[in-house]
DNA sequence: TTAGTGACTGACTAAACAGTCACTAAAATA
DNA sequence: TATTTTAGTGACTGTTTAGTCAGTCACTAA
């Protein structure tokens, strides 16, 4: 791991752990074991490197959904892996989650450029569109569709974390949840 | 509006515009136009005057929410209240919202006792599991439900503020998106 | 009338902070 | 080999910060 990795990789823990008030540079650089100047040469501002963190994090778990679904031609399976893949992901990384879920609900989100937010739902954005259209789901606002998903997601997600099951009964619940979301938006 | 309420309110706006590392205890006091002393006379730190706003807006909360189920009988109606009372609070108190969002997802809520939490949430609880046993509800864990119907509420939340609708027509969202929500956890 | 109280003030301070800078060591390029 | 670029350092600084404190003032009640 080089060190602007490890300056990402001890920025994140300590945002988790501290929020992001309550942790300076100075802290970052001394846990990471570099230099408090390297910081500054990697990232120019502390928000910055908030900033970078999350596009990071955000762009691994995005390239793992994708790479799960790329597989999946039936819209039922595509649509079960845009709401597992996040959970299984979330479950291997739960400190980048819990993050990426911190910087979302603070201000800081407002400094992403809405294309770079856009541009990692607008796939699915279309392939909801598509199941509409089909008759596969109901004939709902497709932003309404994509909202309920990912609440479905972050809701289940937060229940894990909660109750820490084996990895058996995990898999369990992330079934038998989407099979009740499924039943929500598909058009029977 | 007291001196107390005055920066509460003020320091509210402020932590939801620029979050709460970039909400010095100074800028408070002086757009609240009191003088600085005073916050530490009400409040013995920044840290006791954001988790006292958190309280307050909370509390508050649960009281609208509690005062609107208050003359429910079915748990059809009461579900149906404890899914749509927050959702109506929050359009009306948008900023409140926002930043109990906001604090929730961020590490200040292991600052929070959990049983201050869970006595929020206990009777919404206790209905869930009568809920199950009487079979109106189907038989799932009593946390999953209960952590469905809260996402679901957060997910309709973020969708009206990203889509402004005229009153009627939140009416409307409110009520079909219930219909969704009640079809996925009613045992028919 | 005096003594006390609680709300409130704003100048003040010590510590902490983000960010700078002059400097190296090593690697890439010429 | 000589020169430039890149990665990295850590002591340093100017500013900002949370929090303090000595004191004012309106009011109360004995």
Redesign the pocket.
């Known amino acids: 791991m080089?060190?602007?990795e490890l300056l990402l990789d001890t920025a994140l823990r300590l945002f988790v752990e501290f929020g992001f008030?309550?942790?300076?540079?100075?802290?970052?650089?001394k846990q990471a074991?570099?230099?408090?100047?390297?910081?500054?040469?990697?990232?120019?501002?502390?928000?910055?490197?908030i900033k970078a963190l999350y596009v990071d994090i955000k762009s691994r778990m995005t390239a793992y959904i994708l790479e799960t679904i790329k597989d999946e031609t039936s819209l039922y399976g595509i649509i079960k892996g845009y709401y597992s893949a996040p959970l299984y992901w979330a479950l291997e990384h739960k400190t980048e989650f819990q993050f990426v879920t911190q910087f979302s609900n603070s201000p800081y989100l407002n400094q992403i450029a809405a294309d770079e937010i856009q541009k990692h739902i607008q796939p699915f954005l279309d392939i909801i569109t598509r199941g509409v259209q089909e008759g596969v789901l109901k004939p709902i606002d497709v932003d309404i569709i994509f909202a309920l998903i990912r609440g479905h997601t972050f809701s289940i997600n937060q229940y894990l974390i909660e109750k820490p099951f084996p990895k058996a009964e995990q898999d369990k619940v992330i079934d038998e949840t989407f099979y009740l979301l499924w039943g929500m938006i598909n058009n029977r």
């Open positions: 080089d060190k602007r008030h309550a942790t300076p540079t100075s802290k970052i650089a074991g570099i230099a408090n100047g390297t910081l500054f040469y990697f990232f120019s501002t502390k928000d910055e490197l």
